[in-house]
């Protein structure tokens, strides 16, 4: 495993964005390696701390990190769509934080599968006690449900004729690798590298990801459940690292703060907190991130 070690995005306007200077339970619906929570907890010294991880290696990797402050962290190995049914102290909860994005400590291990840069099995599972593979999906799906796959999730305009030239090499030799999967997409795509031009494979390996994991499946309903169980005054955090996420983000809040006969939230963010310069010099995989908050009226 690779031992490359996450960076959190936007910190600072975490923080100040959920008011962590006051003392309070807090709840991080998708740990990670635990960087968020270990600001969120440096903050103020009698936080305590609700973490949800589906990825079981990072989980023992915040468990380590996090090791620190034992006796204020309550930690489930659980997917952020399950919190509604855990016993949470909604009462006592002043924020909620849900970061929606690929650790580099998931990318960066080669035998996950994540990285169109590293050769590696086509897995992509967040939670390993997930049956479905990328390389099920590549190799199970028909040709039409793969071309909407790549078109709704990666947004890929070839992707009718990426799926059917998929379709011929699973009936050849095959597509076992990450590799031989990005050759096969700039191959169809007749990629060149251009300044300022995002990678075909990019937008495939994220669809891939998305279908996977069922990542959109289930997260406008869990906005709608944790914010109408929030307490006035509590606040919600929600960083979204590609337009699909944010599109569901921003709806919600939307919908929530206006669509309702009586507001439950207000929206704290007019326009998304994206990164500084000085962040995305420092740690260029934050340049996509958009922060939205929102509090409980």
């Known amino acids: 495993m690779n031992d490359t070690t996450h960076v959190p995005v936007l910190v600072p306007e975490v923080l100040s964005g959920l008011d962590a200077g006051v003392a309070g339970v807090y709840l991080d619906g998708t740990l990670g390696t635990g960087g968020h929570a270990a600001?969120?907890?440096?903050?103020?010294?009698r936080s305590t701390l609700i973490g949800l991880e589906v990825d079981a290696l990072s989980l023992a990797r915040a468990q380590e990190r996090l090791s620190a402050f034992e006796g204020r962290l309550t930690l489930y190995h659980s997917d952020y769509r399950n919190i509604p049914d855990l016993d949470i102290?909604?009462?006592?909860?002043?924020?909620?934080?849900?970061?929606?994005?690929?650790?580099s400590f998931q990318m960066d291990a080669p035998e996950r599968g994540f990285s169109f840069n590293l050769e590696g099995p086509l897995d992509m599972r967040f939670d390993l006690r997930n049956k479905t593979t990328a390389h099920k999906v590549l190799h199970k799906s028909s040709e039409a449900h793969l071309a909407q796959v790549?078109?709704?999730?990666?947004?890929?305009?070839?992707?009718?004729?990426?799926?059917?030239?998929i379709i011929s090499a699973r009936k050849g030799t095959?597509?076992?690798?990450?590799?031989?999967?990005?050759?096969l997409v700039e191959e169809v795509c007749r990629w060149r590298p251009q300044r300022g031009k995002t990678h075909p494979a990019a937008k495939v390996f994220q669809a891939?990801?998305?279908?996977?994991?069922?990542?959109?499946?289930?997260?406008?309903?869990?906005?709608?459940g944790v914010l109408c169980l929030l307490r006035p005054g509590a606040r919600?955090?929600?960083?979204?690292?590609?337009?699909?996420?944010?599109?569901?983000?921003?709806?919600?809040?939307?919908?929530?703060?206006?669509?309702?006969?009586?507001?439950?939230?207000?929206?704290?963010?007019?326009?998304?907190?994206?990164?500084?310069?000085?962040?995305?010099?420092?740690?260029?995989?934050?340049?996509?991130?958009?922060?939205?908050?929102?509090?409980?009226?």
């Open 39 to 45: 600001a969120i907890l440096l903050a103020h010294p």
């Open 89 to 103: 102290p909604w009462r006592d909860v002043r924020g909620v934080l849900l970061d929606l994005g690929l650790s």
């Open 150 to 165: 790549f078109l709704e999730y990666g947004e890929l305009r070839q992707a009718r004729l990426l799926a059917r030239r």
């Open 174 to 183: 095959g597509l076992e690798t990450t590799t031989q999967l990005r050759r």
């Open 208 to 224: 891939l990801r998305i279908e996977v994991n069922g990542e959109l499946e289930g997260l406008d309903a869990l906005l709608d």
């Open 236 to 297: 919600l955090a929600a960083i979204a690292f590609h337009s699909l996420e944010d599109r569901i983000v921003k709806r919600a809040f939307l919908r929530l703060a206006g669509g309702a006969a009586e507001p439950v939230i207000r929206i704290l963010t007019k326009k998304p907190v994206i990164p500084s310069e000085a962040e995305t010099a420092a740690n260029p995989r934050s340049h996509s991130a958009k922060l939205r908050i929102a509090e409980r009226v």
